[in-house]
């Protein structure tokens, strides 16, 4: 299995300690026929073998078109969904084996902050309370004291400690976002799944947000696996980048070699069909026909084949060997 | 991309001038545009960019008569369409004008289609009360329009009904709408925001293709600059129901003159480049119905005089075709 996936685990070693590491990860989901005595016809591999590992204090970027498998694993490591196959390990150990206690721990190690803060705040809770509540589950804390980390929150996300006893209604959506981070940090988690922090707020206030998240992850020294689908923003936000299509992952490394030496087709395909930042910017006409195949039947040998534009003979039928390109960078393409 | 000097000698389709558009409000009244002046040339796209708010989308709508009233009106301006003043013609008369000489591309095709009709019974409509020809030829223009925006298999597409299709091929299905009757001024509300970004890439080219083959103007409603740097000739930014600053594509990109274009330009993280930290512009913009009697971006600019919250810029030209309301080009 290791030798048909991509597994983006053997980085170049930063110095900092490997958190948490996935490896094989699978979801399946079954497709079932019939109401009352119900019959699985198939399986959609919505994540079909994803490995990688996210160090203290860094960022790793998952990008991807919808489909990908991207949110799935995100879902997976937050334990929303429990993997087909695959291990979660957090800090060296096996989530799945965890007891009871160790479970809950990780589940306040491990935080989110959703793309979208008007449906991810719950509009008859109070700030105070919307805050707090993660802390009173997990932490022992006095009331006092629960007061005072609220207030100090609110400041460290650049609002302040009145804006408390307000409602989620009565802010804008760069604010809700950052109530959406304080109330993530509340419980000193060390990583934090951002799934499209930005891309429903309005351009002026993107760069707050992800200017926010930049300091307050030197600050509190927590990691962030952020899904997204901009590249720009990853290439800001992103120490290391993992390219997904159905459910794999075609391309890994650091962000700077990655952007600067692409090598799969598809991420060359992706980089060519995002939008330009200045009008003389000439960009290679590579534009994709068709559109992503359906996960349940996913195309022989590689899977982007149908769609690559370099295709070559072994393509549609070998599944391509990982390589490495260079420290860290790792490409599952028959090219090289 | 192309911002050929031949459009510069193509005819006026598009003359707006001086529209205000206002809402009446339990908060009181709320300009959503206020003093809105362009042109358009014949197959020249012109991009009007701003953040919710800005005015863009009411704009879109007035000039599409959509505006709903109450509470909203259209209380002064001209729209001139080849001449013809949009804003005195009575409903009958627009609703013969929209969709035949003036035609929108909504931003959500999953909402913007019927789901309980086919789609070729959708495309048709537009071409039947437009046009008034055999029901034969409906069907052949069904096809044709299907075919121009690259719905492979047509003849057996056009029985499908939208949940049938995907996001991309729901989009084409209304570009097939908005250009159905080859209308003079098409106008796009944002209209790959819901797309990927490779599906995004096949929409705007066809887009291209389909405005170069029949000489369309067209009119892009985005918040996006990366949309503009691609697809535009000239960029109206828009700020609190007024144009801030518009000139051509290049001239705004290389020397933005008012400074909230200049601060959105440098708080969009490139893809070319890396970048240490991103100007990010604080606040948030402003309300509408309370507008301060200045410039309403003076809470947030970092050049802010005096004078700026005081009075309201004039319009000041930084080139023949670009000009920015700042005081600071006094």
New interface residues.
Partial sequence: MTTTTLDARPMADTGNEVLLEAEGLKKHFPVTKGMLISKVTGWIKAVDGVSFQIRAGETLGIVGESGCGKSTTAKMLLQLEEPTEGTIRYQGKEIRNATTDERRAYRSSVQAVFQDPWSSLNPRMRVRDLIAEPMVINLNLSRREMQARVSKLLEDVGLSGYHANLYPHEFSGGQRQRLAIARALSVEPRVIVLDEPVSALDVSIRAQIMNLLKDLQQEYRVSYLLIAHHLATVRYMCDWVAVMYLGQIVEFGPTKELFQNTSHPYTKALMNAALPSHPDIEQEEMILTGEVPSPLNPPEGCRFHPRCPVVIEPCSTVIPQVREMAPGHIVSCHLY | ?S?NTAINGNPVVLQVEGLKTYFETRWGTVRAVDGVSFDLRKGETLGIVG??GSGKSVTMLSLMRLIPSPPGQIVDGRILLEGQDLVQLSDKEMSSVRGSQIALIIQDPMTSLNPVFSIGNQVGEAIKIHQDIPKRTVVQQVLDVLRKVNIPAAETRVRDYPHQL?G?MRQRVVGAIGISCEPMVLIADEPTTSL???????YL?LLKELQEASDIALIFIT????????MCDRVAVMYAGRIVEMGN??DI?NNPSHPYTE??LS??????E??E??????G??PTLHDLPSGCPFAPRCQYAMDKCSQVYPSEFNVTDSHYAACWRLE
């Fill in positions: 991309m911002t953040e919710s995907s991309g990927d970004v490779t599906i995004q890439a096949q080219k918040h996006d600059f990366g949309i503009v740097a691609k594509v290049r990109f601060a959105l708080s969009v993280p490139k893809l070319e890396d970048v930290r991103l100007y990010s512009i604080e948030q913009p």
